[in-house]
């Protein structure tokens, strides 16, 4: 099908793919195809985005959220379930699931809540589900939240985590006692609302935590069981970056100092997973507050630059954004060019290197934190062997049989 410069069992070969009912069946020197320019690597998996949709269209929908991360080289996506209404019921979760399988230009799949209201019921919850449904994660758990419907306690999560081995708890670790609602950013000791979160959770039990912004938290969760993934805007932009984003700053956690910044982007290779937190406002919530960047579709290109560059290596880039997620979420068949996996690809022109413009993103909220930066955007994205950029062809979501 396609002939290149293909990234295979972690480095580059000249080859071919021969893809069958949208799974690799091939690959091989001798396999014949279209030849394409640049570097052929796994598309993404973007395990944590916020595609709003229901009662916050205008942020963003499932549509347009995907079809961002579409242009991001992306082709799955986990969305999280603090929507509005939040997905903690089956009800939700169908209705959202079907919404999806009629907008999404990628694969899609959407964590389940658990919050101290729906504790009770969860195993009935995950049940029914995953009749029809892969649930990659119950998460992502709130340990503090501005609503009261988002939020767990310490105490609850610990009798639902040992009820539950084998399912995939994201939690947002942030101490409530850290945090002063209604301040997002300029709150006292809001690094150690991180740092004491993980700390109390790794003794409770094995989590993947979600957008880990600190050093400390960092390195007592690489001392556990536990997993955590790293934002872009965590590794790339610092408190440093607060006069020139100006209303924009807001994010949870917040924008860090640069020993944290650089500890983290140095230690990369170190991270299990890289994911955006794409968290879609518009400039008017913005100006009032809302905490949250859009990332989704920048996320793979910034690093792609970035080991063009020689910063960091495609080899690390790859396990971090396709198949350490793959492998911690259960995405079978996702993740890695072999032989039976999905033929999903990114094809980047290392010499196209552009500079990020809020105006072009596709998602709805119309910019980005990371204006004139510079990053390498895909050329060609393959979905199931399908070139699916070009003729934006709707994925749909994850059924049971497909991860
Ligand atoms: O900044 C954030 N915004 N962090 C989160 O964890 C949630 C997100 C949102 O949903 O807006
Ligand atoms: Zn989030």
Redesign the pocket.
């Known amino acids: 099908m396609i002939v290149g410069k293909i990234f295979y069992k972690g480095e580059f070969i000249e080859a071919g793919i021969e893809v069958e009912d949208g799974r690799i069946k091939k690959i091989g020197k001798l396999v014949e195809g279209k030849r394409v320019k640049g570097v052929i690597l796994p598309a993404g998996i973007d395990v944590h985005v ?1 595609l ?1 949709d229901f009662a916050e269209k205008r942020k963003e929908t499932i549509e347009t959220g995907t079809l961002s991360a579409l242009h991001g080289g992306v082709c799955l996506v986990v969305d ?1 379930p ?1 929507t509005k209404p939040p997905v903690d019921n089956v009800k939700t979760y169908f209705q959202r699931m079907e919404k999806a399988k009629k907008s999404a230009y990628v694969d899609y799949s959407l964590n389940l809540a658990l919050t101290n209201s729906n504790h009770e019921k969860l195993g009935d919850i995950i049940r029914k589900i995953s009749e029809k449904y892969f649930i990659p994660a119950v998460g ?1 758990i ?1 340990i503090q939240h501005d609503s009261e419907d988002l939020q767990i306690d310490y105490e609850t999560l610990r009798k639902v985590y040992g009820r539950f081995e084998g399912v995939v708890f994201t939690v ?1 670790a942030e101490d409530p006692a850290y945090v002063a609602k209604g301040t ?1 950013n300029f709150v006292f000791r809001r690094r150690e609302a991180e740092v004491l979160a993980v700390e109390k959770l790794v003794e409770i039990g094995n989590f993947h935590f ?2 880990i912004s600190t050093r400390d938290s960092a390195k007592e969760i690489m001392n556990s069981n536990s997993t955590y993934e790293v934002t872009p805007h965590h590794m790339l932009l610092s408190v440093n970056d607060y006069g020139r984003l100006g209303k924009l700053v ?4 917040p924008l860090r100092e640069k020993e944290d910044v650089d500890w983290l982007l140095r230690n990369f290779h170190r991270v299990d997973v890289l994911a955006s ?1 794409h ?3 518009t400039l008017e919530d913005k100006e009032l507050g ?4 859009p990332g989704v579709e920048t996320m793979y290109p910034l690093f792609v630059n970035m080991a063009s560059k020689g910063y960091i290596s495609f080899k690390s880039l790859v396990e971090r954004v396709a198949s350490n997620p793959a492998r911690i979420f259960g995405f079978k068949g996702y993740g890695e060019i072999k032989t039976g996996n999905f033929a999903n690809f990114a094809v980047f022109d290392l010499k196209n290197v552009k500079e990020v413009k809020g105006e072009e993103l596709h998602s709805k909220c119309g910019w980005t934190p990371f204006e004139g930066f510079e990053a390498i955007f895909p050329e060609k994205v393959y979905l199931r062997g399908e070139e699916v950029l070009e003729s934006c062809l709707k994925a749909g979501n994850i059924l049971k049989n497909r991860a």
């Open positions: 916020h709003r999280q603090n992502e709130f947002h997002p979600c957008h807001n994010v949870n956690p937190d968290a879609p406002h809302a905490p949250g960047f």
